[in-house]
């Protein structure tokens, strides 16, 4: 986790802020270049308090491992291998099933391996801006379900863009972190689409490819989507299509 992502994160509890517990964190430096991030809050890796705005320090730095507390209900969250796991579990019936697909399909991305696409190519995102005629990515931007990190990858080397990728399973987080881990500009957060931890108008895009019809409330999902976009923000969303409307004379 990059210091300066903080600032954004929520609790997905009661959206009130979080805070690093940093008398118990492990720090690894990252030797490749980094590039100015805006940050608006205090340094979180230390006890420097007010640091100026764009300093390079949290971005040269990765928190392998801590707990993020909630500053309202005190819920505590950890960090692991680099990821927040911003979670809220339950045994509901939904949760079931979103556990299930999350085994499944983290199954197979942890089976890929970020090695397997070390290069920017044209990927799922691509294929959605073709069809859709989006526009340029710039600003901050959510990756609303990454998968294997591919299409996160490609968006955070655009020196103006700024992206955080939110998955549900254990192995596409971690193939997906292994993937951006030296771009400054990407960050992997595991997270429910139906309890986003971010704070209301916090990015200027939003895109997900492939993801809302396999979670059992994809409109609650698509409403938190609408919660974390800012006033005019751009939201591209991609589901299969329905095969059984077709017919074969």
Known sequence: ????????????????????????????????????????????????????????????????????????????????????????????ADDVVKARTARSFGYLWGRVGPSAHVTSRPYHFEKMSSALSLPTLTGFVLDAGCGEGIDLANQARDPGVEVVGVELSDGGCHTSFARVEQLVGAHVVQADLCRLPF??????????YGVLHHVPT???????????????????????EDFSERFVG
Request: net charge neutral; aromatic share 6%.
């Open 218 to 240: 994809p409109f609650r999902a698509a409403a938190e989507a609408a919660r974390v976009g800012k006033g005019g923000a751009q939201v591209a969303v991609y589901v299969y």
């Open 199 to 208: 704070d209301e108008a916090t990015f200027d895009a939003i895109y997900s």
């Open 1 to 92: 986790m990059k210091p300066h992502i903080l600032q954004y994160f929520r609790c997905p509890d009661c959206l009130a802020p979080l805070r690093l517990d940093t008398s118990a964190i492990n720090i690894v430096e990252r030797d490749s270049a980094a590039r100015l991030v805006p940050c608006s809050g205090l340094c979180s890796s230390s006890g420097h308090g007010q640091h100026h705005h764009g300093c390079m320090e949290c971005t040269q730095i990765e928190v392998m491992s801590g707990t993020l507390t909630c500053n309202s209900c005190s819920n505590r969250y950890p960090i692991d291998h680099g990821i927040p796991k911003l979670l809220i579990r339950d045994s509901s």
